[in-house]
């Protein structure tokens, strides 16, 4: 069993830029795929990006590519997501999820095992 805690988020002014991070504890989090997606107020929640165990293969959701930057840290236990030249329409809380160690990683949330409480983003114009 992982639990999962993001944290970073926060206001940020349009074209800004913050990190967020999701640290693991419970259990070692170096097999783990991780995603990160995020839910919108009244939409429903959607995929954002994810990076594969190793590290070496990362998604985009393609709102967000070239803007967005997932790296994970495994002596850390933890997973980042740089988001950068943020527009409006990132406003989201943001959350990162795990999957099953030793799996793929996945663009579909119903895919991930573990899920973090979630942290806001605010985006303003």
């Known amino acids: 069993q992982v639990q999962l805690v993001e944290s970073g988020g926060g206001l940020v002014q349009a074209g800004g830029s913050l990190r967020l991070s999701c640290a693991a504890s419970?259990?070692?989090?170096?097999?783990?795929?991780v995603g990160w997606f995020r839910q919108a107020p009244g939409k429903e929640r959607v995929f954002v990006t994810a990076?594969?165990?190793?590290?070496?293969?990362?998604y985009y959701a393609g709102s967000v590519k070239g803007r967005f930057s997932i790296s994970r840290d495994n002596a850390k236990n933890t997973v980042y997501l740089q988001m950068n030249s943020l527009k409006p329409e990132d406003t989201a809380v943001y959350y990162c999820a795990a999957r099953p160690p030793g799996s793929a990683y996945d663009t579909r949330s119903d895919e991930y095992r573990y899920w973090g409480q979630g942290t806001q983003v605010t985006v303003s114009s």
């Open positions: 990076i594969s165990w190793t590290g070496t293969n990362t």
């Open positions: 419970g259990r070692t989090f170096i097999d783990y795929p």
